[in-house]
């Protein structure tokens, strides 16, 4: 009986403890996911101007105008952007001009027909002036001034474009004045706008006539009661041209021109009657020297009479111009740019120029007396990467002893911000820096990390040497040494688990378990190179070719030519791109994971002799595990980097099956070539096909073809019936969008041609359609993006193709071969906003089911799975839909806010969404850029391949071990029970 009572409570005992660990576990909360998958960067672009906030006694603000059209405010302590403002997208100069004086913020936009007044504390818009003049070159503008009781304020805002000149109240921002400058019909280049300091404005322009060439001023004179009358004149100047002429007002009246043709500097009075120009050769100042592209002069502040003139793009000279006479003030060698300050009364220059090492030396002289003070001076350490100095802008503050200091900010050649401040004696410090290249993106894609050491230890040991070339002893000394490799791993992550250290900066990077970490491989318009962290987005490397530049539309051609999966071969990667001074193409190879040159005597690059057409990475690799990279020159020659013996042996035993196609858009052609390989080595192009589109009403504005390495996993369609509908799995097709007017009506027309033989295998048209036109072609359907003008709404068109009869009897399709048509199923929908971008999910082996990445213009980025758009949608659905899982046809698509996957973000400007795949198949990887970058996971069909992170483990343990409890407890209680039973 002792024995039954206690085999009795031990069950409830169990169940208490058990109960007991869930109340426990009940009270935990799931973790926000919100930022632990994703990140957000936000940009501004290069920046145009920029000025320290002047609204407070201690400024905290850095106001800029950049190239991207936006105005935004930095904290200049910690270079986070305080606000921000992007204004319309597509300005081609972005903001003309940034406007500051106390509590006053005014940029220009648009040639001058975007006036906007901000307020500097919060970013508020506090009035808006819009025209519509449709300027073709950026506007000059300028506060101006008046004074009241002795004391000067900003009264109104002065806009000079090429047509007019318009003054805006400072306050409201109603139109005050607005005229013409110039006569009607004559060809005048704006050339500056100044403001002396009795309040006239001096406008002066520059004549276009090829035939008669002057410089045209006005003076604008204010007269109470009777606004502002003007006075014109002119003096002839041959040598005037409205391209390479500047000029600026030194003093308030003596009007200084530099001209880059004839290498000489111009002077003049503008008060004077019968003004003529005084010239002044760079010889005759005693320059020897110069680069005559860079022949410039700028004003170092508005009323003194020195000027500053660029000779090269490191050497400035400061110069003092009267009506006859230019005299050189001091010369300034290795210097790269400048700025004036003032501080306590005194008018500072600040320069900065190259140091006696890897240096970079900001340095202050007062222009009362041209000396230097040793005070002013500070010494950074310089990064190749960067580049050159471009603009620096500098706030002067006086300290607590009374001595001058200073904060300034440096604009590189590669656009980024640095912010540089004082430290003790001449040592500076960078305080912050934004890499605003970011914002410019010409060509990314996402590279496989790197294995860890213990994991290469594996692919050392079972490398590329074959077992029989190895003794067993061989063999067994590398089994030994590789796992004394793996135990000391295992004791470092176990004493690192105990005791967590700091993260070691500078450690390379490695693959985690489900290959969901990537570098992120950028390459920018300007040439600036990134790798970034996909998990993070910091940046890991960079490097800098400032003698590249892009191709027509802002693209590069980056080819990832080796992964990281050939050990011990490292990884490689192949930029080509267009030289900047020649225009030929460039070929720069690197290894993507730690951004390091492959050719070390090329680190710049290696230039070519020709221009480049396109450029297609072979799907063949040589003895390297390298995939060449094929590159068609302007005259359809073709280049192979690297060249390989076994590469051409592979080209030739596919001689003829290999083939390309080439879009000019301009005459809306469309040609395919084939790859012809000689025995002698030489690879040549011929002509397979060519397809003439009738212009104007059909011009090419789209060409896309299926992603190269795209994996298809279901090779049909299972319906009701058990029959199957097998795709039309045509690897060689091409999407082709035109776009037109025929007989003055909008005409939008979808060609499907397969790129070996030209046959056009679908077409279709959409009257009243245009643009913009976003394009996604997947497995067998494509999908369209349009504006549908007759509805005055978006739509989004889906085509899915079938076999017309059966499946084929091969595993491989070939366009050669005698093909049926495909069946084409359509259907249409409608979009309730525009487009920003668009692009489809891909994963490892394509099982899991493809979904649309959308970029919507407010900044969202959403999903849209692709069974939502299926082309079988019937309006009245059947029993057989409902068990193939079609939903029934709505037109209108909704836009769900569980399907954003920036969540409450605004991704400004998107203009591309890149995919990658990950180790999982239920996961992929996808990168919004544009202004912003934005990263994150998608899991199309749900994370079906792994446990949540959230999974409870100590749960489902407890219940296991309470069920093995159990199971022993009741088999001795019924071993018990059984024995009883027996002495019974």
Not at 197 to 214: D, E, K, M, R
Not at 628 to 654: C, M, R, W, Y
Not at 746 to 752: A, G, I, Q, S, V
Request: charged letters at 20%.
């Amino acid at each position: 009986m002792p024995i039954k009572g206690q085999g009795s409570l031990l069950p409830w005992l169990l169940l208490s403890a058990v109960l007991a660990g869930c109340v426990l576990l009940t009270g935990a909360m799931y973790e926000d996911q919100i930022g632990k998958f994703d990140w957000h960067q936000q940009y501004i672009g290069a920046v145009r101007q920029a000025a320290f906030d002047q609204s407070a006694a201690v400024s905290k603000r850095i106001f800029a105008g950049t190239e991207s059209n936006v105005v935004a405010a930095i904290n200049s302590r910690t270079g986070q952007l305080t606000w921000r403002h992007v204004q319309e997208r597509g300005s081609p100069w972005g903001v003309d001009v940034v406007l500051h004086k106390g509590s006053i913020l005014v940029t220009v936009c648009n040639g001058g027909d975007t006036v906007r007044s901000w307020d500097p504390t919060s970013g508020t818009l506090l009035w808006e002036y819009l025209a519509t003049e449709e300027n073709n070159s950026p506007a000059k503008a300028l506060l101006v001034e008046g004074k009241q009781d002795g004391r000067s304020f900003v009264e109104s805002v002065a806009v000079l474009t090429k047509k007019s000149l318009r003054i805006l109240s400072a306050t409201d921002g109603h139109e005050l004045v607005s005229t013409e400058v110039w006569p009607s019909g004559e060809s005048i280049e704006p050339a500056l706008l100044h403001q002396t300091n009795n309040g006239q404005l001096y406008i002066v322009g520059i004549s276009g006539h090829s035939s008669v060439h002057n410089v045209q001023f006005a003076v604008y004179t204010r007269v109470p009661g009777r606004g502002y009358e003007s006075v014109r004149g002119g003096a002839t100047a041959g040598w005037a041209s409205p391209q390479s002429t500047q000029c600026v007002i030194a003093g308030d009246d003596i009007l200084v021109c530099s001209e880059a043709s004839t290498n000489s500097l111009y002077t003049t009075s503008l008060r004077e009657e019968g003004t003529s120009f005084h010239s002044v050769t760079l010889l005759s100042l005693g320059f020897n020297s110069w680069q005559p592209d860079s022949l410039s002069i700028k004003l170092i502040k508005a009323g003194r009479k020195e000027v500053l003139l660029r000779l090269a793009k490191d050497h400035l000279v400061l110069l003092e111009a009267t009506a006859n006479s230019i005299s050189v003030l001091k010369d300034l060698p290795d210097v790269y740019a400048t700025t004036t300050a003032r501080s306590q009364d005194f008018d500072i220059m600040f320069a900065v120029k190259k140091g006696s090492r890897d240096e970079l030396v900001v340095t202050g002289f007062y222009l009362e007396n041209l000396k230097e003070d040793q005070a002013l001076t500070q010494v950074i350490a310089y990064q190749p990467h960067y580049g050159s100095p471009q603009q620096i802008t500098v706030y002067a503050f006086v300290k607590r002893d009374g001595v001058t200091g200073y904060r300034a900010l440096l604009q590189m050649e590669d656009q980024s911000l640095l912010m540089l401040q004082q430290l003790q004696g001449n040592q500076g410090h960078v305080m912050w820096q934004r890499n605003e290249a970011l914002a410019s993106v010409a060509a990314v894609d996402q590279v496989d990390l790197p294995v860890s050491e213990t994991e290469s230890k594996f692919e050392e040991e079972f490398g590329e040497e074959s077992e029989e070339d190895l003794s067993v002893w061989q063999m067994f000394t590398r089994r030994i040494t590789t796992q004394v490799e793996q135990l000391k791993d295992l004791m470092q992550k176990i004493e690192q688990y105990r005791k967590p250290v700091v993260k070691q900066v500078g450690r390379q990077l490695e693959r985690d378990p489900f290959n969901l970490r990537k570098m992120i491989v950028v390459v920018t318009s300007v040439g600036k190179l990134y790798g970034l962290d996909s998990a993070s987005g910091e940046i890991v490397w960079q490097y800098f070719l400032p003698n590249i530049q892009s191709f027509g539309q802002g693209r590069m051609y980056l080819f990832v030519q080796r992964t990281t999966a050939h050990f011990p071969h490292p990884p490689q990667a192949m930029l080509v791109a267009q030289e900047r001074t020649t225009g030929n193409g460039l070929v720069y190879t690197f290894n993507p994971t730690t951004g390091q040159p492959v050719n070390t005597s090329a680190v710049s690059g290696i230039p070519q002799p020709f221009k480049v057409l396109q450029a297609n990475l072979l799907p063949v690799m040589n003895h390297h595990h390298l995939h060449p990279v094929l590159i068609v020159d302007a005259t359809h020659g073709v280049h192979i980097f690297p060249p390989s013996p076994s590469v051409l042996s592979v080209l030739k035993k596919n001689n003829g099956k290999m083939f390309l196609h080439a879009a000019d858009k301009a005459a809306s052609t469309l040609t395919g070539f084939s790859v012809t390989t000689f025995q002698d080595g030489r690879v040549e192009l011929s002509e397979a096909w060519h397809l003439s589109f009738p212009l104007p009403s059909q011009r090419i504005v789209s060409v896309v073809s299926r992603r190269a390495n795209e994996h298809v996993h279901s090779q049909g369609r299972v319906l009701s019936d058990r029959s199957v509908m097998y795709k039309y799995l045509n690897p060689n097709l091409l999407a082709v969008v035109t776009e037109g007017v025929e007989r003055d009506v909008p005409l939008l027309t979808l060609y499907l041609v397969d790129s070996v033989t030209g046959q056009v295998v679908y077409s279709m048209q959409h009257k009243r359609a245009t643009g913009p036109v976003h394009l996604v072609h997947s497995e067998n359907w494509v999908i369209y993006h349009y504006w549908n003008g007759k509805f005055r709404r978006h739509e989004v068109t889906v085509l899915e193709l079938f076999e017309s009869q059966g499946d084929r009897n091969s595993t491989t399709f070939s366009s050669l071969s005698t093909q049926n048509l495909p069946l084409v199923l359509q259907q249409a929908y409608i979009f309730p906003t525009g487009l920003a971008a668009m692009a489809v999910s891909n994963t490892e082996r394509g099982i899991t089911a493809r979904s649309l990445l959308l970029a919507l213009p407010n900044g969202g980025l959403m999903t849209l799975p692709k069974n939502i758009l299926d082309p079988r949608r019937p309006i009245i659905p059947t029993k057989q839909h409902q068990e193939e899982g079609v939903y029934p046809y709505i037109p209108e698509l909704h836009i769900n806010p569980l399907m954003m996957v920036t969540y409450n973000l605004s991704v400004e400007g998107i203009e591309g969404i890149h995919i990658g795949a990950a180790g999982l198949e239920s996961t992929s990887v996808v990168l919004a850029y544009g202004l912003d970058l934005f990263y994150t996971r998608i899991m199309p069909s749900q994370m079906f391949d792994v446990l949540k992170e959230d999974f409870d483990y100590f749960f489902i343990s407890s219940i296991l071990l309470g069920l093995v409890l159990a199971t022993l407890i009741t088999h001795r209680l019924a071993a018990m029970k059984t024995l009883n039973r027996s002495w019974r």
